[in-house]
């Protein structure tokens, strides 16, 4: 089993830069793939990005291609979600979770943590 917990959010303007932290507590981390996902407000949550458990593969939604960049360090137990050129639009609650699987779907997920908010000021 593995316990996630975020942190880094915060209140930035936009064009700003946040880098959130995903810690995670179990022996097995390194056999999870992680994602970040978020959710605005009366939205549905959304995926964000992944990284695969070996080799580091990644994988981004559209809106996040070119501006954030996700990194793991399986030593430390942690992965990371550096946020470039932030927009108002970027404005939600950032969750990290982990699979056994690869994938985008929020189903394929079966760790999660809180939360971390996100507000982009214009």
């Known amino acids: 089993q593995v316990q996630l917990v975020e942190s880094g959010g915060g209140l930035v303007q936009a064009g700003g830069s946040l880098r959130l932290s995903c810690a995670a507590s179990?022996?097995?981390?390194?056999?999870?793939?992680l994602g970040w996902f978020r959710q605005a407000p009366g939205k549905e949550r959304e995926f964000v990005g992944r990284?695969?458990?070996?080799?580091?593969?990644?994988l981004y939604a559209d809106s996040a291609k070119g501006r954030f960049t996700i990194s793991r360090d399986n030593a430390k137990n942690a992965m990371y979600l550096q946020m470039n050129s932030l927009k108002p639009e970027d404005t939600a609650v950032y969750y990290c979770?982990?699979?056994?699987?690869?994938?985008?779907?929020?189903?394929?997920?079966?760790?999660w943590g809180q939360g971390t908010q996100v507000t982009v000021s214009s």
């Open positions: 979770a982990a699979s056994r699987f690869l994938g985008t779907v929020q189903d394929t997920y079966d760790y």
């Open positions: 179990g022996r097995t981390f390194s056999a999870y793939h």
């Open positions: 990284i695969s458990r070996i080799g580091g593969y990644t």
